[in-house]
């Protein structure tokens, strides 16, 4: 079978045509593989979950009778064991959860205003 001269410099310019395409498309471009997309989906709705249960966390603290206690006991704590403080304390368990979530507790520390004393907390007053 003759293949006319011009077929086989084609046939090179397209194939290096594609792999520079695919060099660029995935170091530049943005593309990803479909295993990248489904990690990055799961990274972003579980820091969306995170995100939606701090106001849980942040409410089951600050109704817990206990508060001024289970607070004295985090801030005693070092800044590395805090999380575990919280999660201790319960504030982490979200309803319907049977274990505390560590994530959860480390967006419910970074709400937490560790520095003002529960005593003196500002109150929720209507003065108008």
Do not use: H
Request: hydrophobic share 45%; proline share 6%; net charge negative.
């Amino acid at each position: 079978m003759n293949t006319p001269e011009w077929l086989k410099p084609g046939i090179k310019g397209a194939l290096i045509g594609a792999v520079f395409v695919a060099i660029v498309g995935f170091a530049w471009g943005g593309w990803v593989t479909g295993g990248t997309a489904r990690d990055m989906a799961m990274k972003i709705s579980r820091d969306d979950v995170v995100s939606a249960m701090v106001p849980v966390c942040l409410d089951i603290a600050r109704t817990d009778p206990e508060r001024v206690e289970k607070l004295a006991t985090i801030r005693a704590a070092s800044t590395y064991q805090r999380r575990d403080a919280v999660m201790k304390a319960g504030w982490a368990t979200v309803p319907g959860a049977e274990a505390p979530d560590r994530e959860i507790a480390q967006a419910c520390l970074a709400s937490l205003d560790l520095n003002v004393t529960p005593e003196s907390a500002p109150t929720a007053v209507d003065e108008g």
